[in-house]
């Protein structure tokens, strides 16, 4: 089977950031499956999210401030409803200069905040303004302070971000060091998948023994690693009664550039005094990937057909297909019919 890369997932929620990212009366630019988004909050905590393009000379509002419940340009001042996108304002006009500033409007992006994760919602529909029919995905656990951030963008099509990432025939390979795992290490791995709320689980399983950097958790951990539409990758961790809650989150932000964003939640008190070493170590994992799909873009720059081989490739392959699987349903109204069935996979890494 062939690898593609299609457009985005969209009339989806998309992991936008932390609550801490947006203080009150601020803004933050970001880029979401090709668009523009100016991620704000009002002076009374309320997240809203604009296209980043002044209607007027496209300005970044970004750029701009926030004002009791609008945006204003940093260029000339116009002003727009942080709820409707609605143009409130123009300063440069004069008495007599009537104009209805309110038709001109700016596109207002859904925004949920969930414990402290930002959702935006990216629908196909780009005169979208009601309230999506789905919910942004729940994670309890991540309402307590982040332990662990960290973020990079790649120069790829999201896809290739995302089956780089869930692929587990790279480690002894891309990630070969001594704290993680080498090439002579490898053995059979048999690991159970079920379907998932728009996606996939690799049900609880003790990690492998060659997996070194788990051995400091102490304990007998379990882990349960879980990937979901739109590149929502969580582990979640659990020694005893404590648990670490790995939180990846793969956006494209258009077709050549991804952004991955790492946070790390825990109660666990080991793993909390160990996060300075623990930051290390993530932050060179997650660069060796990104040096792996940077690498790759010298081949996928002729064009190459790819494969997808057997079941180390298989989470890639459930990804297409839930990808299709999606836009299919948003297209036909039908409800979304998840394609992954539980499986067994078998791999060498
Ligand atoms: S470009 Fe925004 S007000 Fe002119
Ligand atoms: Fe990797």
Known sequence: MAASTTSFVLDIWYFAGLSSDVKPGKMVRREI?????????DEDGTVFALRDICPHR?????????KSGTVECPYHGWRFGIKDGACKDIPALCDGQEMETGKIKVRT????????LIWVFISSDKRFAGVPDIKPPSFPFASRKATLDDSL?????VDHAVIGLMDPAHGPYVHRQW?????????????????????????????SSNSFAYKLLGGKPVTEITFRLPGIRTEKIKVGKKTVLSFTAVTPMDESRTQIRQIFFTDHGLFKALSPLIRIGAKVFLRQDAHMVNLQQMGLAYDPTLMLV?????????YFSLKKAWAKSCESGAAFVNPVKAKTLRWRS
């Not at 689980?201 to 990690?207: E, I, L, R």
């Open 33 to 41: 499956a090709g668009e523009p988004i100016t991620l704000g909050r």
């Open 58 to 66: 496209a300005a970044p509002l970004s750029s701009g401030c926030v």
């Open 109 to 116: 992006f859904p925004t949920q905040e969930k414990g402290r």
């Open 153 to 157: 963008t790649l120069n790829c099509h």
């Open 179 to 207: 704290w993680w795992r080498s090439e002579h290490s490898m053995h059979e791995k048999t690991k159970e998948f079920a379907p998932a709320e728009r996606g996939f689980t690799m049900v609880a399983h003790s990690p």
């Open 310 to 318: 057997e079941d180390s490739d298989t989470q890639a392959k459930w």
